[in-house]
């Protein structure tokens, strides 16, 4: 059921129940983190690998100190930059966060959303929420209350609704390796906001396969294909025998079923329709999807790596 009821999204919470929740990035299937059984249940429901841990969403900055321990200054200076928002930290747990939650780990990602419903509700709590993407695992994330309705709605009790997601992609994960911040996974701020607000550099992180199974190739995908290539229209000419719908940046003519993702080759706006597009695509009676490689700037850089994984297949 989807509804703005916080007093009833709370009370499920307190049951163990899991509630789909709206953050500024994407919608989470949120559950008490410190419930061990109501873990699993995220895990069963979402179809999710149990060595892939979960997200911890917090109220507050000072929540920081009872969830993690040793948290290195830097992130503690871009968490107070950015949070309530969508960058992630990386940190080392502290005894209260369940080895479920951490798939074991023993670091935990911590995050405190920008959303107002998503954080009267963590204030209404007396625990933190552990809350992975609201989809079935390996399908495209939820950007609305009615997607998650759509993916998990027969399976989950109550859905709050928040309205479209502002940012529409994943947070940005950030740990510490050897004294530097590193990014485990490219999203909703990016290294030019983290450098211009906190002026800490931020590099790739070198451990990004054993890390982050949202790493893993064909994570996010549609039903059907979806092709990065150079040119939508030259491999529209090339394969006249199939029907292509196009995700575009801008309004251009292509010889296919559209979809606008920007007007005017806006990031922000880019980012901010991808997987909503990615799903209108899908229903379209087409063979497969194609777009072209996006600007690698910015933000864009986060819709770049949600791109290649839900591609099937390269074509340069
Ligand atoms: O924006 C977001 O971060 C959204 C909203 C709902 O907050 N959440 C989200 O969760 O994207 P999820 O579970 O779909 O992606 C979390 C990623 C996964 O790739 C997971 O492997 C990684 O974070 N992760 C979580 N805890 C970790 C840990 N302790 N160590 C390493 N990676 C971790
Ligand atoms: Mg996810």
Redesign the pocket.
Known sequence: MIGTDLAQAAALLRQGKLVG?P????????ANALDAQAIASIYSV?N?PSF??????VPSLAAISMYAQHVPQALMDIAQAFWPG?V?I?VE?SNQVPDV???G?V???L?M?RHSLALELLQMLDFPLA?????ISNTV?PTTAQHVEDGLGSQIPYILDGGSCT?G?????L?FENGKVVI??E??VSREDIFAKTGIETTPSSEQTI??????KK?YSTQKPLYIVESINDHIAAHSDQSFSALLYEQREVDATTHLLSENYNLGEIANNLFATMRAADQDSTDAILIEPIREEGIGRAVADRLRRAASTFIS
């Open positions: 929740i953050t500024e990035t994407v919608y989470g299937l949120a979402k999710r892939n841990p979960l997200i911890v969403h969508a992630s990386l747990k939650v951490t798939a780990s670091k935990v990602v995050r959303p809350a992975p993407s609201a989809n994330s940012v992609v994943e947070s940005t994960i740990g485990l996974r999203g909703g890390q982050s199974p949202g790493q893993l994570h």
